[in-house]
């Protein structure tokens, strides 16, 4: 039974402490968090400017619902909380990150977002409006980007997850919001289409514009060549 997830019911207001957005650089925010995470900063967690600008993408208006699709130590949520008048939601399966993404909350007061311990196949989508994904299943695929031997890694569960968001993905509808940073963007389905980028490409917001595949249209290259 998947895990329903609902936005806090608070009406929202920027009301937690806003100095570190603006105050800090990345490795100064950073060195907030436990050793071993804040070396791994610089491959996994998204930098401070890029995480502003993704959540200014997807909050289209006051209250709009973000999820993180494996949020890490929480850097997205909480910078994304901060900038704009979202609630942000982070699912992560490994308990050291989400303890970590929970301090962090905490220090800085951050009160719309939360952390939920879990894997993303027991989430569903439909308590949310808007999605950011930056390469969480690739450490399935790629041992170079393992981040630590607590949960399982196997290709077959880059090809599940990618998979599982693929299909609630599409079952969103017209105008959905997604950005991804970095990755295959094997994860967005080909009824989203990329509207904008930024950060020489390597962010993008992708848009529901269709909601099946016509026949007339030429299929577009296919991001998941071994899916087929
Ligand atoms: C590259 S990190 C990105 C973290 C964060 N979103 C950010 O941008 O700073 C990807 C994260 O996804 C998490 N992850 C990978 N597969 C997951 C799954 N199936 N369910 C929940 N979390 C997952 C990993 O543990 C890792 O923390």
């Not at 998947?2 to 929202?12: K, M, Q, V």
């Not at 390597?202 to 577009?220: C, F």
Request: hydrophobic share 35%; proline share 6%.
């Amino acid at each position: 039974m998947p895990t329903r997830l609902y936005p806090h019911s608070a009406s929202p207001r920027i009301e937690s402490d806003s100095e570190f957005l603006t105050a800090f650089r990345d490795h100064e925010f950073d060195k907030d968090f436990p050793e071993h995470i804040y070396e791994q900063s610089a491959c996994h967690w998204t930098p401070m400017d890029v995480c502003q600008m993704a959540a200014e993408w997807l909050v289209e208006k006051p209250g709009t619902r973000v999820l993180d699709i494996g949020c890490g130590p929480g850097k997205f949520c909480a910078i994304g909380a901060n900038a704009t008048l979202g609630y942000f939601t982070g699912v992560e399966q490994r308990s050291r990150l989400v303890k970590a993404a929970r301090e962090l909350l905490e220090r800085h007061r951050i009160t719309r977002a939360e952390i939920v311990h879990g894997n993303i196949t027991t989430v569903a989508f439909d308590a949310f409006d808007a999605f950011y994904l930056f390469n969480p299943f690739e450490e399935n695929i790629l041992p170079m980007l393992r981040i630590d031997h607590e949960v399982e890694m196997e290709s077959r569960l880059y090809d599940d997850y990618t998979l599982h968001v693929q299909t609630q993905l599409e079952r969103k509808p017209l105008g959905t919001r997604v950005v991804t940073y970095y990755g295959s963007c094997a994860e967005v389905p080909e009824c989203y289409e990329c509207v904008k980028t930024a950060y020489d490409g390597t962010l993008k917001l992708w848009l529901k514009t269709r909601t099946e595949v016509n026949d007339d249209v030429q299929p577009a290259p296919c991001r998941f060549p071994h899916l087929i």
